[in-house]
């Protein structure tokens, strides 16, 4: 079992920047794929980014490429978002999310555990 818990959420000018944290409890978190996603107002959830398990390979959407970072601390089980050149269309909640596997994962159906989400609103 896994529990996870998002912080860093707020608002923010466009162009600005801000990292999320997501810490994390339980035996499996070093030995999962850790993910971000988002959910933009009235729409779905979308793939943000992932990182493996040992934080050596990671994948990003397209439309945050160039611009977000994801890393993760195994020694204090917390994965990382750094987000910057935010722009308004980032606007959402960011939620945080693990799983199972250890190579990185882009769908959503391959992720068991999630957080419950911090809302991310970038003003024009």
């Known amino acids: 079992q896994v529990q996870l818990v998002e912080s860093g959420g707020g608002l923010v000018q466009a162009g600005g920047s801000l990292r999320l944290s997501c810490a994390a409890s339980?035996?499996?978190?070093?030995?999962?794929?850790m993910g971000w996603f988002r959910q933009p107002p009235g729409k779905d959830r979308e793939f943000v980014s992932t990182?493996?398990?040992?934080?050596?390979?990671?994948s990003y959407g397209d439309p945050v490429k160039g611009r977000f970072t994801i890393s993760r601390d195994n020694a204090k089980k917390t994965v990382y978002l750094q987000m910057n050149s935010l722009k308004p269309e980032d606007t959402a909640v960011y939620f945080c999310?693990?799983?199972?596997?250890?190579?990185?994962?882009?769908?959503?159906?391959?992720?068991?555990?999630w957080g419950q989400g911090t809302q991310v609103t970038v003003s024009s």
């Open positions: 990182i493996n398990f040992s934080g050596e390979r990671t």
């Open positions: 339980g035996r499996t978190f070093n030995y999962g794929a």
């Open positions: 999310a693990a799983s199972t596997y250890g190579n990185p994962q882009v769908k959503r159906d391959d992720y068991v555990y």
